[in-house]
């Protein structure tokens, strides 16, 4: 069992009612006729298509629920325009559930440059448009106007991320709780199988959504207690931030909405504190006012034990799309479909990633015996299997049972990373139950290959040759994708990366073991571009690097400001939320807004473009780098446009009234005709 000095209450199955599996969760009444039901206790409603397997949210929730004993059924990406979709099960006896899928609806249909997406990997046939924007809201919205009367629970990763008042990149924007615009009742975030469980017992016992104040990772609006003292963040004339302890039971309370909304500066203050309240081990309850009401936010879930993830996976799925899909390809199905996680959280702390915020940073882990009984299911029960493996991690791939080597410190700690600005000594990084799970899964009958597909934290690798060593001879297949994300220390810093030389030293071992193995792989690198705190001096640079290491990106990643990242904030607020922010102390951070500079960064990226040098020759005058432009391998770009490329340089710029060119503004660079 995980060593952990924070403790659940009860063991997730402790209220357990096992009773027949149904197939599939029914979405149809002619599917509850079959199972002899005349209504549900629950209906889940989600964005996705709905796959039976533990890599989609409302499987996982939705199996989970039918253990404790209820009826469950399933709406799948309902047509949003009326409530009659969301009667098709009838009315629910305990509550609705709703989710927007296992992705955010607006990163999932739009682009980083805010442009519309055609497919979905989500959908049958990849099919875009089946979901609408930001659709747990509108989900809700039509659930209430369904049955009025029936308990609203939002969960999923779409709520879970727009928890607080957020900015939206999609609306350039502070939006207030999800919560609020969905008028739901309670809203369960991060990973809710033990929050879920409670609320649906609870409820289905008689009480009320509102009497259920005091499960962990629950958010709902209510009073301060009158018994409870508030810590004050919102002052943000004061260095204190609410991280002051009191005794007794206390709560912080965050700038409000309205503050968020007209002070940047206060924004970045929420968010701090909000992911420094992050450690289920020592985190406070959480008030940010919304108008006339309080949002309130109780800490963390107490993550699951081995012993609890182990029940969770062992549920009975079918481990395929519903029925209803019939020959429909589902591509985020057929990615998966072979693959196999063995844990959940990160605590790399990335600013721009959600993992952290939503799943945590304390690493769940299955155990191995779970892990090779779905090995064995896949093997045996999913048509097409040939023995392939095609992935084995979470995410992330080599995070599995590290863990904090003092319960007692991790209980206490609040930093938001355990690898920056460099691996905790508190921190064990063995790989060796790692390694022994590799060969465990390889000496299965029937596998024949084991793929190592997630992304791989290289700082951490480079602890263990042996683990480099195992990776490259039995795990990788050509290339192995990893994510420096930049090469400056500037923008580095800004994503609480390590610098290139840990990846530069990671190189060097992968190429000796795959020299030793006789293999000729490679490393694929991953790059941001337009990230926080990224001047076009560090876009520069990174092109020079790549140059140099012959490295030519065929698709390149652009900030995407996600909702709840500390990169968003301080992509939102021009402040960074891992210092201290108070009136007049802030550290600045330069935010790349203009989709011109956002473009130059991307070109910066793709160098070897034809069509981008027009626009990097232009900016290479402007930096006063014109020994850049040549046909010298030391240069970034030719002098002279090859015939037939370069579409950019023959557009004309757009001429605003009064027949003056328009200019635009890259940071510290005017680049003009």
């Known amino acids: 069992m995980d060593t952990q000095i924070i403790t659940a209450e009860k063991p997730l199955m402790a209220q357990a009612r096992p009773r027949k599996p149904a197939p599939f969760l029914p979405m149809s009444r002619d599917e509850m006729n079959a199972l002899g039901w005349d209504a549900c206790d629950i209906v889940l409603v989600t964005g996705d298509a709905y796959v039976d397997h533990p890599s989609f949210g409302m499987a996982i929730i939705g199996r989970l629920l039918e253990a404790q004993g209820f009826r469950v059924g399933i709406i799948s990406q309902p047509d949003w325009h009326s409530a009659e979709p969301f009667k098709a099960l009838g009315k629910p006896r305990v509550f609705f559930g709703v989710t927007g899928g296992n992705m955010d609806s607006m990163v999932n249909r739009y682009t980083a440059d805010r442009r519309l997406r055609h497919d979905d990997a989500y959908t049958a046939g990849g099919e875009g448009g089946k979901r609408p924007d930001r659709c747990t809201i509108v989900y809700a919205q039509r659930c209430r106007e369904a049955f009025k009367d029936v308990p609203i629970v939002l969960g999923g990763i779409e709520a879970s991320l727009r928890r607080i008042a957020h900015y939206d990149y999609w609306s350039d924007k502070v ?122 936010l109780n800490p963390p879930p107490i993550p699951l034990t081995t012993e609890e993830m182990d029940a969770v996976y062992d549920l009975p799925y079918a481990r395929a799309p519903h029925p209803s899909y019939g020959e ?35 690493i769940q882990n299955r155990s191995e015996g779970s892990i090779l009984r779905e090995i064995e299911k896949i093997r045996d029960k999913t048509p097409g299997f040939t023995g392939v493996i095609s992935d084995i991690g979470g995410p992330t791939a080599n995070m599995y049972r590290m863990a904090c080597k003092d319960p007692k410190v991790e209980a206490a700690c609040r930093r938001p990373s355990c690898v920056f600005p460099e691996i905790c000594p508190n921190l064990n990084t063995s790989h060796d139950d790692l390694i022994r799970l590799y060969r465990k899964v390889r000496e299965t009958k029937g596998i024949k290959k084991v ?47 390590p610098g290139i030389g840990a990846y530069n030293r990671f190189k060097r071992m992968f190429d000796a073991a795959a020299e030793q193995a006789g293999k000729k792989y490679y490393l694929i690198p991953y790059f941001i571009a337009a990230h926080p705190g990224t001047t076009d001096e560090d876009m520069m640079n990174l092109a020079l690097w790549l140059k140099k290491n012959r490295y030519r990106a065929d698709q390149v990643q652009t900030f995407l400001p996600s909702p709840m990242a500390t990169a968003t904030a301080m992509y939102h607020t021009g402040v960074n939320p891992l210092r201290g922010v108070r009136h007049g ?86 680049l003009m005709k």
């Open 451 to 497: 793929m190592v597909a997630s992304g791989v934290r290289y700082d951490l690798a480079v602890e263990s040759p042996e683990y480099i060593k195992e990776l490259v001879t039995h795990h990788v297949g050509g290339y192995l994708k990893i994510a420096p994300e930049h090469t400056e220390r500037g923008p580095l810093d800004k994503m609480m990366k």
């Open 328 to 362: 429909a390809k589902i591509p985020a199905w057929e990615m998966i479909k072979f693959s196999v996680t063995i844990m959940r959280g990160c605590f790399g702390g990335c600013t721009f990633c959600s993992i952290t915020e939503h799943e945590g940073r304390i």
């Open 585 to 670: 102390g802030s550290d600045k951070v330069e935010a790349i807004k203009g989709l011109r500079q956002r473009r130059l960064h991307k070109a910066f990226l793709r160098y070897h473009d034809p069509d981008n040098w027009p626009v990097l020759r232009d900016a290479l005058r402007e930096m006063g780098r014109t020994d850049l432009i040549g046909s010298r391998p030391d240069q970034l770009v030719p002098a002279h446009q090859p015939p037939g490329t370069g579409k950019a340089a023959g557009t004309k710029r757009p001429v605003r009234p009064g027949g003056k060119t328009q200019r635009f503004t890259t940071k510290g660079v005017r």
């Open 175 to 296: 939006r207030r709780s999800v919560l609020a615009d969905a008028k739901a009742d309670l809203l369960l975030y991060g990973n809710a199988e033990r929050a879920v469980v409670e609320v649906a017992n609870r409820l289905a016992a008689g009480e009320a959504p509102r009497e259920l104040d005091d499960i962990r990772g629950v958010a709902l609006f209510r009073r301060v207690p009158e018994d409870y003292s508030e810590l004050h963040a919102d002052d943000l004339d004061s260095a204190d931030e609410g991280a002051s302890r009191k005794p007794g039971a206390t709560v912080i309370r965050l700038p409000g909405l309205e503050q968020v909304e007209q002070d940047r500066e206060a924004y970045a203050r929420a968010s701090r504190v909000l992911h420094r309240e992050s450690n289920p081990g020592n985190a406070r309850p959480l008030v940010q006012r919304h108008g006339d009401r309080d949002l309130w």
